[in-house]
């Protein structure tokens, strides 16, 4: 059984830039979180996505939004990088929105220079 | 405005003696509690949970406890293993499974 794998492990991007994280879930799970955890804090809850759809939103602005694909991969996409956006994004697939156990990946690590 | 607070950033501990990780919150919507550990390089793992209608929650050696009135959470590891040695993160949520709020971690070192 394969776990949740993240892409890029690193990535490097100027102000302004635009930038897409990737997440493939774990085997059966059809939920997706995104979460945003900075040096020295715990992850910050972005969004949910069960089945295509957002379900579950934190406080973070529009320009951070999300797809989810028919075989329930994710994309984290983020217009207009501020310095502040410099974090790592951890993705976590559970089984279901209701699921117990959140199961996450090993995150990316973005840089906004 | 944290909702979940881990006020220890650290806590060390002697190998066979019981780690106590502490956690306090302030939204009294939460209603499932749960623990994430995370090794360096790596993804939190979960590690426990407790629903707000209870007060305890074993699973081998790892024990949370709830106290509701305080609006507080505890982890207690018996025995302590050099491999327990990692962040802690406690989190919270008003829905189960959803928008989990996390704490800030506390690192906990295991000496052998």
């Known amino acids: 059984e394969t776990g949740v794998t993240q892409s890029p492990t690193h990535l490097i991007k100027t102000r302004g830039q635009q930038v897409t994280l990737r997440c493939s879930s774990q085997?059966?799970?059809?939920?997706v979180s995104w979460y945003q955890q900075a040096l020295g804090q715990g992850p910050q809850f972005i969004f949910q996505?069960?089945?295509?759809?957002?379900?579950g939103r934190g406080n973070f602005p529009p320009r951070f939004s999300g797809l989810q694909f028919p075989n329930y991969s994710s994309e984290l996409n983020v217009n207009a990088l501020e310095l502040d956006d410099s974090a790592l994004y951890l993705c976590?697939?559970?089984?279901?929105?209701?699921?117990?156990?959140?199961?996450f990946g090993p995150g990316t690590r973005l840089t906004v220079l | 405005d944290q909702q979940v607070k881990q006020n220890s950033p650290s806590l060390s501990v002697q190998e066979g003696r019981i780690s106590i990780l502490n956690c306090d919150y302030t939204n009294s919507m939460f209603d499932y509690f749960l623990w994430y550990k995370k090794y360096p390089a790596e993804g939190p793992t979960f590690l426990i949970s407790?629903?707000?209608?209870?007060d305890k929650n074993e699973d081998g050696r790892f024990t949370v406890f709830l106290n509701k009135s305080a609006k507080h959470l505890s982890l207690h590891i018996v025995p302590s293993q050099p491999g327990d040695s990692a962040v802690y993160f406690c989190a919270a949520s008003e829905e189960y499974g959803n928008k989990l709020v996390f704490g800030a971690g506390t690192i906990l070192r295991v000496k052998s």
């Open positions: 407790i629903s707000s209608i209870k």
């Open positions: 996505y069960y089945r295509e759809e957002e379900n």
């Open positions: 976590a697939s559970s089984l279901g929105p209701t699921s117990n156990e959140q199961f």
């Open positions: 085997s059966g799970h059809n939920t």
